[in-house]
């Protein structure tokens, strides 16, 4: 796990190969189906997004997994870290490019109030695609 962060924080990011089990992802996408999005892509009926779901159903499953629990444990130093966030954004053609992959840096105000931009390294994104 050294050698993984040694990487993450010399190339600001790391990509990690089938961590979530098959059975995960696909219990992940049948619970979205049951899901009223919040947004919809701009002119059309598809969704865009479904608001927080960091402590929804399968959803919570994410932040307990323990890879990646292993991984900020590691990355942090510490225990003493939270997942305060879990979207699923549908990044549709043609509009879905518009989306930050640094996302946590410009939600700093809504998500994390009381942080700034010098606050950085205190933050991570973690994308499944």
Known sequence: ???IIKQYRTDGYYFAENV????????????LTTIE???YIPYSDV???YGNLVDYGVFSLVPKHEYINNFCRT?????????NHLIVN??????GSAGEWHQEMSNIGTYAPGYTIDDHE???QIYIA
């Open 47 to 49: 969704p865009w997004g």
């Open 122 to 124: 205190n933050f991570m």
């Open 75 to 83: 990355l942090f130093g510490s225990t003493d870290y939270t997942f």
């Open 90 to 95: 549908n990044k549709g053609a043609f509009f």
């Open 20 to 31: 979530l089990s098959q059975d995960l992802i696909t219990a992940l996408k049948s619970q």
């Open 37 to 39: 999005p919040k947004l």
């Open 1 to 3: 796990m050294e050698s």
